[in-house]
C-alpha cells in the first residue's frame, strides 16, 4: 500500500471514528439517564411501602416527600384540615428542586420519591425537572384504591399525622390520570396506575417493579 492510499484510508478511519462518537454524544446510553420516579396517589395508598421496596430492588435512593412538608403543613395536616394550593405550593417546589439537585456520591443518582400529586397541574411541576436537567427521565407511579379502602386503612394505621378525615377531602380535589391518551388530549403517558385496592402488598410490588422495569428497559 502507498503512503498516499494509507493517509487516505487512515483519513476514511478518521471520519468513521469521528461519526460514531458524535452519534454517541447525542444519544446518551439508557445507563447515563438519571430516573426519577414518584411514587403518587391519595393518603393510605400504600406510598411509602411500595416506594421503599421499589428503592431497595432497583438500588435507587429513597426519599419520603412529607419530609419537605414545612411545619405548619403537617400541623394543618395533623387537625384534619386539608391544603389548599396555596400550602402544597412551596412543597412542591422544594421536590423538584430536589430532583436537579447532584445527590451524595454516597448514594444512587436515581431516586424515588413518595409525593401525592393529586392534580395535574402537582404532577407539571414535577415534571419541570426534566426541562432544566436534560439527563432527567422522570415518571410516575400513581396507585390506584377505592376512597371507602383507603378510609379504612387510615383509620387502622398508626403513627402517621394523615388521617381518615383527610382521604375524602383528597378525592373531593383528585385529578386521575389518564396514560391511555396522548399528551396533546390531555393524557399522562409517564404515568404508570397500578391498582391496589383488593392486592396485597407482595402483589403490589411486584407488579410496581416488574412494570417500572418494563418502562426503563423501553427508554
Known sequence: MTVQST???????????????????????KSEHRWIWFVTGPTACGKTTVAKALAENLNFTYVEGDDYHPKANVEKMSRGEPLTDADRAGWLQALAEHETAKPPTSSSPHLVIT???LKRHYRDILRLGSEHA?????????????????M?????????????????????ILEMPDPEKPEKEGGEPDVVVVKVGEKGVEEVEREVLERVRGVMGRE
Open 115 to 117: 409525593c401525592s400529586a
Open 7 to 29: 493517509d487516505a484510508a487512515l483519513d476514511g478511519q478518521h471520519l468513521g471514528d469521528h461519526k460514531q462518537n458524535t452519534m454517541a454524544a447525542n444519544k446518551k446510553p
Open 152 to 172: 379504612q386503612r387510615a383509620h387502622n394505621r398508626k403513627g402517621h399525622f394523615a388521617k381518615e378525615n383527610l382521604v375524602h377531602s383528597q378525592f373531593q
Open 134 to 150: 436534560g439527563d432527567l427521565r422522570i415518571r410516575f407511579i400513581f396507585l390506584q384504591a377505592p376512597e371507602e379502602v383507603l
